[in-house]
C-alpha cells in the first residue's frame, strides 16, 4: 500500500512538473536571463509587460489585444547586454531595445514572444571632456537630464526634442531625432560622434570619438536612425557646445501661411541660420497668443538665435527688416516666451480630447505650400480635428497635428488609410514619409515606395548584421 502510494505521489509530482511548464513555457529563459540581470530585473507579471506593450503610435494608444513579451530585460551595463543578445540568438527570439518609449512610429513596441530590453537602467554621464567638447554617456540617460549636467559646467548638447522630459540618448540616435535647437547644433546624425553597439550576433563594437575620419565606410551611420534593427546602441559620445551668452525669440504674426513660409526662405537665403523655426497657421498661432490679445493672426513665424552676444544682435537685426518688408507684425516678447516655456507640454497634454497624431512629412521648398493646402483639404475630407499645420526646423519639413477617433477597429482602419494618402502625397510631389520620428511599423509598408531598389540595400546589410532576424524584425520594412 505505502508503495502504491508513492508511486502516486511520484506521479502527482510529475503531473505538476508538467503542468507548471505548460504555464510557463518560458521558464528556462527567464532564468537564464535573471541570471545575468538579478531576478527582480526581470518583469514577467502582465501588468508589468503592458506597461511595454505600447510606445505613442496612435493605434497602439488603446487597442483591446496588446503584444505580450516572454519578459522586459533591464541592464545596467554594455556587457549585460551582450549576454542578453547571446541568449536571444540562443533561443531565436526576438528582441526589443527600448528607451523612454515616446516613438511615434510603434518601434519601440513589444513583439509577442519576444524579449523587451529597457534600457532607463543605464544612465550615468560616464565623462564629459571640455577640451575635445565632447560628453560620453550611456544609452538610458534622458536628454532632459543630460542638459542640465552639461548647463551646470557652461556647455549644452543643443538636442531639445518636444519629449525631452523623457526622450534618451539612446533613442534619439536610433531614430535621427531632430530638437527646437537643431538650426544651430544639427539633428542626432551631426551630434553624435561615437558609438558602443552590441550587434545582434552578441560582438560588441566601439566606433572613434572622432568628429572627422577618412578611414573606411562610416561605420557609425548605419546605427543612426536605424530604429534597433541593426544592434543595441550602449553608449554614445556627443559633441556638446559652449552654452549661449544670448538667446532672442522673434514671432511675427503674417497674413497667411504662404507668406509666413516664405519670409522664412527669404530669412535663409541671406545666409541667416536660426537656431529655432517655426511657422504655424491659426491654428497653431492660438496654442501661444491669448484670445483676449485680439484678433488671431492666420499664420506666424517663429525664429530663435542663441550664442554669442554680439552674433545674436546682428543677427536678430538683419532679420527684422526682412520679416517687416514682407508684412510682418512683431507679436511681441510675452507671445515670443508663451512659445519657448511651452514648447515640450505638446507632448505632456497630447490625447486628452482624443487620438493625438501627426504626420512629420517633409518636401521640396517649391512644393511646400501645395501640400499645406492638400493637408487642410486632406483633414476636411476625412473630418479630422487639425490642431495646426506648421512647417518645422527646414522649410521642407511640413507636418499636421491633430487629433482622430479611435473608438473602434473600423475608425483606426479607416484613419489608417487617410494618413497613408497624405504619406503618399508627400512622396509624390517627391519628399520624405518622416523627417524624424521615423518608420517602425507605422510606415513599413511604404518604404519601397520611398527607397525603391535601395531598400534591397538596408535589407542585405540587416541580413549580414542580423542572421537570425532577432533584432527588431518587422520594423522599417526590414
Not at 387 to 395: C, N
Not at 467 to 473: R, S
Request: neutral net charge; glycine residues 8%; aromatic residues 8%.
Amino acid at each position: 500500500m505505502q508503495e502504491r502510494n508513492t508511486d502516486l505521489r511520484n506521479a502527482e509530482k510529475r503531473i505538476f512538473i508538467n503542468v507548471s511548464n505548460i504555464m510557463n513555457p518560458h521558464k528556462e529563459i527567464i532564468s537564464e536571463l535573471a541570471e545575468i540581470v538579478g531576478r527582480e530585473n526581470v518583469l514577467t507579471e502582465k501588468d508589468d509587460l503592458l506597461c511595454y506593450a505600447r510606445d505613442r503610435y496612435p493605434p497602439l494608444v488603446f487597442p483591446k489585444d496588446f503584444p505580450i513579451p516572454i519578459a522586459v530585460v533591464r541592464p545596467i551595463s554594455t556587457k549585460e547586454v551582450q549576454k542578453i543578445v547571446e541568449i536571444a540568438n540562443k533561443y531565436r527570439i526576438p528582441i526589443v531595445p527600448r528607451g523612454g518609449g515616446t516613438s511615434f512610429s510603434g518601434s519601440a513596441t513589444s513583439i509577442d514572444g519576444g524579449i523587451t530590453l529597457d534600457l532607463t537602467r543605464m544612465k550615468k554621464i560616464i565623462e564629459i571632456n571640455t577640451d575635445d567638447m565632447w560628453v560620453k554617456v550611456q544609452a538610458g540617460v534622458v536628454i532632459q537630464t543630460l542638459e542640465e549636467k552639461l548647463n551646470e559646467k557652461r556647455f549644452t548638447v543643443g538636442h531639445d526634442p518636444g519629449s525631452f522630459p523623457s526622450a534618451t540618448v539612446g533613442g534619439s540616435i536610433a531614430t535621427n531625432a531632430l530638437g527646437w535647437r537643431a538650426g544651430k547644433y544639427g539633428d542626432m546624425e551631426h551630434i553624435s560622434l561615437g558609438l558602443r553597439v552590441v550587434l545582434p550576433t552578441g560582438s560588441i563594437i566601439e566606433t572613434r570619438n572622432m568628429p572627422k575620419s577618412s578611414t573606411g565606410f562610416n561605420v557609425k551611420s548605419l546605427f543612426i536612425g536605424s530604429e534597433g534593427t541593426l544592434g543595441i546602441i550602449t553608449e554614445a559620445t556627443l559633441q556638446i557646445k559652449p552654452l549661449p551668452e544670448k538667446r532672442t525669440i522673434l514671432f511675427y504674426a503674417f497674413n497667411d501661411f504662404e507668406t509666413a513660409q516664405r519670409s522664412l526662405i527669404q530669412v535663409l537665403k541671406t545666409g541667416l541660420s536660426p537656431a529655432t523655426i517655426l511657422v504655424v497657421d491659426e491654428e497653431g498661432v492660438k496654442e501661444f497668443v491669448s484670445e483676449n490679445a485680439g484678433k488671431i493672426p492666420k499664420a506666424g513665424l517663429i525664429l530663435g538665435y542663441e550664442g554669442l552676444r554680439e552674433e545674436v544682435e546682428a543677427e536678430v537685426a538683419r532679420t527684422i527688416p526682412v520679416l517687416e518688408e514682407n508684412g510682418g507684425i512683431d507679436l511681441g516678447e510675452k507671445a515670443a516666451q508663451n512659445f519657448w516655456l511651452s514648447r515640450h507640454d505638446m507632448y505632456s497634454i497630447m490625447n486628452l480630447e482624443g487620438t493625438y497624431d501627426n504626420i512629420d512629412t517633409a518636401v521640396p521648398v517649391n512644393s511646400s505650400i501645395d501640400f499645406y493646402n492638400y493637408l487642410k483639404n486632406w483633414a476636411k475630407k476625412h473630418k479630422i480635428k487639425s490642431l495646426g499645420i506648421s512647417s518645422w526646423m527646414l522649410p521642407q519639413n511640413v507636418s499636421i497635428d491633430f487629433i482622430f477617433n479611435e473608438k473602434s477597429p473600423q475608425d483606426v482602419e479607416k484613419y489608417i488609410k487617410a494618413r497613408d494618402e497624405a504619406a503618399r502625397k508627400a512622396l509624390e510631389l517627391g519628399g520624405t514619409l518622416s523627417y524624424c520620428i521615423g518608420i517602425g511599423i507605422r510606415y513599413a509598408h511604404l518604404m519601397h515606395e520611398e527607397h525603391g531598389s535601395a531598400l534591397e540595400v538596408m535589407r542585405a546589410i540587416k541580413k549580414a548584421l542580423d542572421p537570425n532576424n532577432i533584432m527588431n524584425p518587422g520594423r522599417m520594412g526590414l
